[in-house]
């Protein structure tokens, strides 16, 4: 039984991974998202959330009963042993969800999201990975849009591979300078020289 393609979609902060990604979907490619199945174990996996009251307290959950996510950050980005911690708890959970999903449909052709692909090594079981990128000036504007301040970025943004790093070690690189339509046609015409090939 032969299976169908395994790419892996990361690139900077900010860059347009998840619009790259709903692209993928709309092309007809199952898709995994890390970050959003860190938001899923965050709000709703039990042992998770034992885990991060032992560690961090009340303080972490808001009223709602949700993970206070500015909190979270607020405790990791500045203190390497407990990111680690955080990334200890949360990485391998990520990686046996998206091994799972892929393993239901080991024909489909699939596309996993993994904003720490090139960090953590986890490049080598895809056949093909696709870096989305774009202008310095303009992650930094977004990140802005997203309420970061410039020490916020920074502390993020070290934990990260530089862009041009990225970019080279890449398969294929989707550069988010223009219009949504613009992107949407880098995916549409990279996923067809694949099913070409």
């Given at each position: 039984m ?22 993928f979907?709309?092309?007809?490619f ?6 959003a ?55 391998p959970?990520?990686?046996?969800a998206?091994?799972?999903e892929i393993?239901l449909s ?5 596309v ?16 093909f990975?696709?870096?989305?990128a774009?202008l ?26 530089p ?11 989707f550069?988010?300078e ?14 067809d ?5």
């Amino acid at each position: 039984m032969t299976c169908g393609l395994r790419i892996a979609l990361t690139g900077g902060m900010a860059c347009g991974k998840s619009q790259a990604l709903a692209f993928f979907a709309q092309k007809g490619f199952r898709t995994f998202s890390a970050d959003a199945c860190v938001h899923t174990l965050l709000n709703e996996d039990e042992s998770v959330r034992e885990a991060l009251m032992e560690r961090f307290g009340g303080a972490v959950f808001s009223a709602e009963g949700t993970v206070n996510r500015h909190f979270l950050a607020e405790q990791v980005f500045g203190d390497s042993a407990a990111l680690q911690w955080l990334e200890n708890c949360l990485h391998p959970r990520v990686k046996a969800a998206w091994e799972h999903e892929i393993a239901l449909s080991p024909l489909a052709d699939w596309v996993v999201e993994i904003p720490l692909l090139f960090e953590k090594n986890l490049e080598k079981p895809f056949d093909f990975t696709v870096c989305v990128a774009c202008l310095p000036i303009t992650q930094t504007q977004r990140l802005t849009n997203k309420g970061l301040t410039r020490l916020e970025m920074e502390a993020r943004l070290r934990l990260h591979l530089p862009l041009e790093e990225k970019m080279r070690l890449a398969t294929c690189v989707f550069w988010n300078e223009g219009t949504i339509d613009w992107l949407s046609r880098q995916v549409d015409s990279w996923s067809d020289q694949l099913h070409h090939l």
